[in-house]
Every structure is written in C-alpha cells, then in structure tokens.
C-alpha cells in the first residue's frame, strides 16, 4: 500500500494516473479537496482510502504497513504571505511523514522546489550536504519553505539518523501538462499562453528588466509532468542512492519560445505583447533556471527528456484544445 498526499493536486493525480495504469489501486490518498472542481483530477481513478490532509496525523498513528510514502502535497503557491500557513503545509507535514518513514522503515519520496535556487547564483546543482545547501538562498516564501526542510533532512543524514530506508527530495523545476486547470493564478505558461491563443489574444509576457536579456528572453527548465512521473516511478521501483534530485527537461527555454510552440500547436502564427515586470516581482524573479541532470544519469535513470515542442503540442493538442480535458 502507498500513502500518496497531494493527490488530487496537478502533479499528484497525474501521478496517480500512472499508479492505476501499473495497475497500483491499493493506494490512500490525502489532500485538501475544498470547494471547487479540484476533485475531477481523481474523478477517472482508482483508490483505497481518502485522508484529509488536516487527518494526516491521526491516521498515521494507526496506520497500515506501508510500502512507500510519496509526499507532493503542498501551498505551492509562490506569492503566499501568510507564513504559519506555508510552513504548516509545507515544512511541519512533511518532517510528520519522514519521522513515520524513519520510524517505520517505509521509503519516501517527497517534492523539493527548483525554488529552493533562488536566483540561481549558486547554480542549479542538486548537492545535499548542509554546507552546499547553507548556500542557497530562495526569493519567496514558498521556496524557503522548502529548502529549510531539505536543510533538516541533510543535517539528520549527516548526524547518523534516524532516516527512511530509501529518501528522494524531488527539485522539481517548472512543469506543466494536465490537471492544473484548479491552480488558479498558478497555472504553467503552457496553460495560459493556450488560454490566450484560444481567445483569440496575443501571448502577454513580460518585459525584461535586465540589461542583455531580450524581452521574453526570461527562460526556465520547463518540463512535462509525464517525464516527473517517469521519474518517480524508476525511483519507486529501483534502488537509486538516497539523496535530493533535479527533475527538468536538462535545457533552459524562453518564455517567447513556449509562446512560439502553444501557436504552432494550434496551427496559428505567433502573436506575442510584452508588459512591464510588476513591481511586486522585480528582484524575485528568476530569469534563468537549468537543471543540472549528472546526479540522475549518473543514478542511472537514462530516459529522454520530452522535448518543449513535443511537450507542448501532447498538452495543447489532447487537452486544453480538446473537449475532453482531464486526465
């Protein structure tokens, strides 16, 4: 049995899906469902159990044997202020499932943030000793969050345990595919570019503000949710070296270059405005992100990377431009 939170979320219930495709329905699973349509992510899939996530700790205290916790949920929402909230969520939760996967000898995987780089000065390399990460300084709450748990998994690693049998952090960089259409102000690129383009709009993205960087020449690690959960898959399955991951496709792209693949998606001719960086995001906001895959290769996970334009057209071609829109 797994234990999978955040499963009803965008990378949680796609994930899921794959779960059910292996023929894993022996899965509980925990999230926040709320009052909106967030649920008709799980509506074509098979489970076990559901757990509310503010029921976590009671039903871990009776919990049954399990065989891996993978833990995706959280407040991933880079622009959250309230900070009891996001560390709730984000820090206290997940410190509750590595102490029960230490305790009970259960493997886990659970989401790091490629936001845990901040602006990416110290590079995007996924080292995991306290020193290295001492290093890193995030620009948001959201991804400081984050990385102060990373920072505790790597001191109790380094002063002997106790630690999960197998542990994965997963930095995630920026994804985007199916099943985020609940996230609201927090959905991908690929997701609002389309939206725009199916209106008959122009793709707005922002102006640079730095000097030698182009407008829409802001470029991140975009990469398909399907290559995250081929990744958690080969590490569920496999016995990888315990330690913190990149997840991304291994190569920056613009943000003008995601706009230039949503229109030849749809068969259209690109249309891109450029608007002012907001005041509220100068100097918060990441212009390069890369992740360096050596330390997964080198694990021995050797899949290829979707690239964006294929990436792009398998979203925008079998989802947001389809009827039928839910995995």
């Not at 030698?212 to 995250?228: A, K, N, T, Y």
């Amino acid at each position: 049995m797994i234990l999978l939170t955040g499963a009803a979320g965008f990378i949680g219930s796609n994930l899921l899906a794959r779960l059910n495709e292996a023929g894993m329905t022996e899965v509980v699973i925990c999230d926040a469902l709320g009052t909106g349509d967030k649920w008709r992510n799980l509506r074509r899939h098979e489970f076990a159990d559901f757990v509310p996530i503010d029921g976590l700790r009671a039903w871990l205290a009776g919990a049954p044997r399990l065989d891996a916790v993978i833990h995706l949920g959280a407040n991933s929402d880079t622009t959250a202020a309230d900070g009891d909230e996001v560390m709730e969520r984000n820090f206290a939760t997940s410190l509750l499932l590595w102490r029960h996967c230490a305790r009970e000898g259960v493997p886990l995987l659970y989401a790091s943030s490629a936001a845990t780089y901040g602006n990416g000065e110290a590079g995007f390399l996924d080292r995991d000793t306290p020193d290295f990460l001492a290093t890193l300084q995030p620009l948001n709450l959201y991804g400081w969050s984050k990385h102060v748990f990373d920072r505790r998994v790597a001191r109790a690693v380094e002063a002997g345990g106790p630690v999960p049998p197998r542990w994965y952090g997963l930095k995630f960089f920026n994804v985007y595919g199916p099943n985020e259409y609940h996230k609201r102000g927090m959905t991908s690129a690929a997701f609002n570019i389309t939206q725009a383009a199916l209106r008959g709009e122009p793709a707005r993205l922002f102006a640079s503000d730095r000097a030698g960087i182009e407008d829409g020449g802001q470029s991140r690690d975009f990469v398909h949710v399907d290559d995250l959960c081929d990744v958690m898959l080969w590490l569920l399955r496999g016995s990888a070296p315990s330690g913190l991951y990149n997840i991304g496709s291994g190569g920056a792209r613009s943000f003008a270059d995601m706009a230039r693949a949503v229109f030849a998606a749809l068969n259209q001719p690109a249309r891109i405005e450029y608007v002012p960086m907001p005041e509220t995001l100068r100097g918060r906001y990441q212009y390069w992100t890369e992740a360096d895959l050596s330390k997964l290769r080198g694990a021995g996970y050797n899949a290829p990377m979707t690239s964006l334009e294929e990436g792009v057209a398998r979203y925008v071609t079998g989802f947001l431009a389809a009827g039928d829109r839910y995995r």
